[in-house]
């Protein structure tokens, strides 16, 4: 079993920055890839980021890139997402699921991941 913890999330101001973290605990595997999504009241799984657990491909979406950056620690049990120039837009709960298949990194799919946490919730004032 995998067990995902996320942590980080609070309310701010827009303009504001904030760092979630991400732990992984459990059978975790030597291979794979960490991702970010949110999850607005009302809307879908949106895929926010990525990082192979190498470390040497990083994914980002469109809505994100420039603003966000995504790491992963030395021993691959922390993940992070630092977040600038954060606006209400970014509102939503975020969760931190793995994928195992090198085919599918990077999927904007939440069908493709296995293992989700329970989230931690971002909320951007104006």
């Known amino acids: 079993q995998v067990q995902l913890v996320e942590s980080g999330g609070e309310l701010v101001q827009a303009g504001a920055s904030l760092r979630l973290s991400c732990a992984a605990s459990?059978?975790?595997?030597?291979?794979?890839?960490m991702a970010w999504f949110r999850q607005a009241p009302g809307k879908e799984h949106e895929f926010v980021a990525g990082?192979?657990?190498?470390?040497?491909?990083?994914f980002y979406a469109d809505s994100v890139k420039g603003r966000f950056s995504v790491s992963l620690d030395n021993p691959r049990t922390t993940m992070y997402l630092q977040m600038t120039s954060l606006n209400f837009e970014d509102t939503a709960v975020y969760s931190c699921p793995l994928d195992y298949n090198p085919s599918t990194w990077g999927s904007r799919s939440p069908s493709q991941y296995d293992y989700w946490g329970k989230g931690t919730q971002v909320t951007v004032s104006s």
């Open positions: 990082i192979t657990w190498d470390r040497t491909n990083t």
């Open positions: 459990g059978r975790v595997g030597s291979d794979g890839l």
